[in-house]
């Protein structure tokens, strides 16, 4: 396809081309990002502490991430997948071939799907491809032509595969639950710990159960509410909140998580140092990155942070991997002093 001219290398090997633009670090930094932000999130953390061992916690915690890195890390090559696929069967015909040679992709048009265009156009027929294009029949296809919406290929994958329509189903049944499921963990999680954690322990340390359940409760219905106001009055782009939230969480919450199943001698309070050391740290330097020194988003303020000689640009995913390292080795250096005194 290459020596034909109906592609350049960089469209048929580049398969981040039309995402987002990550470097060789930036991207497995966003692979461990995901499974690490995954691993601690709180909804899951209470799993160990209905285990009777903290040896069974860590040997539960050790293969879930193991299995969870194993499916993250093979999503990227299922797209690069997908897209090889589509490209060496659109590459090269002609327009007067499409009906014949990919009547898939005008089937798939004619259901409504806005994945693949031609000419900036999701034809359901090949006169339209011609009319978008603007040339004849005999013209050939090359990459500069075919467009992909990554937003929905992945709910395409069932149809470009030829599967039941009960697949793609599945599928978007199998994300929105998902979705749901961890965000009504979070919620139900945060409630509970503001209504232990926070009422129970600073005013009411003997309060009855009841009335905590009340408090809890009462919690629940003010972040659903807050969250909701957020969501509807707040512009934020959907992007850069995912990857502010997994980095927050791989940055503060997983190494507590570790530290606390693995390191005996840290105290609470020691942990509670490091997860908001880290915090601050992870989120002064997501807000430099968006917003620069003030509110405005792209104003010529933001602050582009690097490391020399591995990536020009340390995406908001990955500065999570960042504070992870910063909040490990505060971790190791508190751990350092507590033995030294021990000694």
């Not at 990227?76 to 590459?91: E, G, H, M, Q, R």
């Not at 090269?92 to 990919?102: D, P, T, V, Y």
């Not at 000419?119 to 978008?132: F, K, L, M, P």
């Not at 395409?156 to 697949?167: F, H, K, R, T, V």
């Amino acid at each position: 396809m290459i020596n034909a001219q109906f592609a350049a290398p960089d469209d048929i090997f580049n398969f981040t081309k039309d995402g987002l633009q990550f470097d060789t670090f930036n991207h497995f930094s966003a692979l461990l990002c995901i499974a690490f932000g995954t691993a601690a999130m709180p909804h899951l953390l209470q799993h160990f502490r209905t285990l009777p061992k903290a040896s069974s916690a860590r040997k539960t915690g050790v293969w879930g991430l193991g299995f969870l890195l194993i499916v993250i890390t093979a999503i990227p090559a299922v797209a690069a997948f997908i897209k090889l696929d589509i490209y060496t069967s659109l590459l090269g015909l002609q327009l007067s071939e499409l009906e014949q040679e990919a009547s898939w992709l005008l089937e798939l048009n004619k259901d409504g799907s806005s994945v693949i265009s031609i000419c900036g156009v999701y034809i359901t027929n090949s006169s339209q491809a011609i009319s978008a294009c603007g040339e004849t029949a005999e013209y050939f296809l090359t990459s500069k032509d075919i467009g992909l919406n990554p937003n929905m290929l992945l709910l395409s994958s069932a149809d470009l595969n030829e599967l039941p329509d009960l697949m793609t189903t599945l599928l978007a049944t199998g994300a929105l639950l998902a979705i749901w499921t961890t965000t009504d963990g979070l919620i139900f999680v945060c409630a509970n710990a503001l209504a232990e954690d926070g009422y129970r322990s600073f005013f009411r340390p003997k309060s009855p159960m009841g009335y905590r359940l009340f408090i809890s409760r009462v919690f629940l219905v003010m972040m659903i509410s807050i969250s909701t106001y957020l969501v509807l009055n707040v512009e934020l782009d959907p992007r850069f909140a995912f990857s502010a939230s997994l980095a927050i969480l791989t940055a503060c919450l997983f190494p507590a998580l570790i530290c606390k199943l693995w390191v005996r001698n840290l105290s609470q309070s020691e942990i509670s140092i490091g997860v908001i050391f880290a915090f601050i740290l992870t989120t002064s330097m997501l807000w430099l990155s968006y917003f620069g020194l003030d509110l405005i988003v792209k104003n010529g303020d933001e602050i582009i942070f690097n490391i020399p000689t591995i990536t020009t640009k340390i995406q908001p995913l990955s500065i999570g991997l960042i504070g992870m390292v910063v909040s490990f080795f505060g971790y190791f250096f508190v751990i350092k002093i507590l033995s030294t005194k021990t000694e």
